[in-house]
């Protein structure tokens, strides 16, 4: 089954560390779910397990849309840290609403005596794992990103790659993108908070 996982994740991002990356999302969710059946009191039985599993499809699917959202920011022109920001700032709002929405719609079976598990697994699995995804996600996909170009730039042996990559430098500021300063992350964290 997880084989066919990575191979769906690879078709639709088409990129060996970007689907890594989703997959390495799903696991938040265990945080969030252990966390509320340890709150609630609720036993991690066969029903609970059931709803982690059932959590690690919708905590993946919303790292799709954000990672989809970024390589459509990035294809259209924009520089790679806005994208990145930009991206999980609109996309906060949409994935933040239908995981609200999950859990609204958990809330009638969590007092079922057979259901209450999985309810509480997925209601506390779905609020912790978005937050961590959003964030994750878009710092991971960074580093992913940043080693493709890094790469990109190694393979380059000719003396105008040489030139091209002074004048890059400079025209960026020295690399100032999201992941070497952190009053992009600070910037980011209030872009999500007051949206």
Excluded at 2 to 22: C, P, R, S, Y
Excluded at 41 to 67: E, T
């Amino acid at each position: 089954m997880l084989a066919i996982i990575v191979v769906l994740l690879m078709i639709q991002l088409q990129h060996f560390g970007k689907a890594m990356l989703v997959l390495a999302t799903g696991p938040l969710g265990i945080i969030g779910a252990a966390a509320a059946l340890l709150i609630s009191g609720a036993p991690f039985g066969f029903v609970a397990i059931l709803g982690v599993i059932a959590l690690l499809g919708i905590i993946m699917r919303n790292s799709i849309i954000l990672v989809d959202q970024i390589d459509q920011d990035i294809a259209a022109g924009m520089d790679r840290s806005e994208a990145i920001v930009g991206a999980a700032v609109r996309r906060f709002r949409p994935i933040t609403l239908t995981a609200l929405t999950a859990v609204l719609a958990l809330i009638p079976i969590s007092r079922a005596v057979f259901w209450g598990p999985l309810a509480y697994a997925m209601m506390g699995g779905i609020l912790v794992a978005t937050v961590l995804t959003i964030l994750g996600a878009a710092g991971g996909l960074c580093l992913v990103l940043r080693s493709r170009e890094e790469e990109g730039q190694d393979r380059r042996t000719d003396a105008g790659a040489g030139e091209h990559r002074r004048h890059r430098t400079a025209a960026t500021g020295a690399g100032r993108g999201i992941e070497h300063d952190p009053k992009n992350v600070w910037r980011f964290l209030e872009e999500i908070m007051l949206r």
